[in-house]
């Protein structure tokens, strides 16, 4: 089996609770962000986005927060299930329109039944 | 249907040989990607593809050659491959959206080397 990820932040939930994600940026001149899903043996999935006029954004069970007076971004997920447990990154871009984003360490979460 | 394919999955060679990875989007998008994976999960940037012009070229070691034929296809030599070069490589292609960059990623490619 894998042996990856032992330094890998874990947030443990119960299934059916809500579940909340956290990522720290440092870079001010940041003005987009994402937030991607990684499953095992999968590469990362899109999941939703916010640009740095907004401070909250909402999709399906999702909703980004950002914070831009701390730097702060979370992903909150409504009633999570056991599909949700995976890997989830925060990224932003490196500077306004830039193709260079830079990725947080991630967090894996892990759905408890 | 795949959106963004990699070749091969996996990748098991010896120190020291020359391998390839290849990448190819069917997404009609203008720029490419190769991150590197670590085993903690840390994401990294190596280099980006906008039109076949190198737009991205990060503190990588030049044993590690990005190549793009054309705007749909970005492949990744690497030369004299090393042991710390074990990792889960992975393709990218975004377009532009109002400046953002929404990136699909490939499957991946776990590269051991022994």
């Known amino acids: 089996g894998e042996s990856v990820g032992l330094h890998l932040p874990t947030l443990s939930v119960q299934e059916g609770d809500n579940s909340i994600i956290n990522c720290a940026y440092s870079?001010?001149?940041?003005?987009?962000f994402i937030w991607y899903k990684q499953e095992s043996g999968k590469g990362p999935q899109f999941i939703i986005d916010?640009?740095?006029?907004?401070d909250k954004r909402q999709g399906q069970r999702v909703t980004v927060l950002l914070n831009k007076t701390v730097k702060h971004l979370s992903l909150q997920i409504a009633a999570t299930q056991p599909g949700d447990s995976a890997v989830y990154f925060c990224?932003?871009?490196?500077?306004?329109?830039?193709?260079?984003?830079?990725f947080g360490t991630g967090t894996r979460l892990k759905v408890l039944a | 249907d795949t959106a963004v394919s990699q070749t091969p999955k996996y990748l098991v060679t010896q120190m020291g040989n020359d391998k390839s990875i290849k990448c190819e989007q069917n997404?009609?998008?203008?720029?490419m990607y190769w991150y590197k994976q670590d085993s903690k999960k840390f994401l990294k940037i190596m280099f980006s593809?906008?039109?076949?012009?190198?737009?991205i070229n990060e503190t990588v070691p030049n044993r590690f050659s990005p190549k793009s034929p054309d705007k749909a296809h970005l492949n990744l030599h690497i030369n004299s491959l090393e042991l710390g070069d074990s990792a889960v490589y992975f393709c990218?292609?975004?377009?532009?959206?109002?400046?953002?960059?929404?990136?699909?990623f490939g499957p991946g490619t776990r590269l051991t080397v022994l």
């Open positions: 990218a292609s975004s377009q532009a959206r109002q400046g953002a960059h929404e990136q699909f």
């Open positions: 870079n001010s001149a940041s003005d987009y």
């Open positions: 916010i640009r740095s006029n907004m």
């Open positions: 990224a932003e871009n490196a500077a306004s329109g830039t193709y260079k984003y830079i």
């Open positions: 997404l009609g998008h203008d720029t």
């Open positions: 593809y906008n039109n076949k012009e190198l737009i």
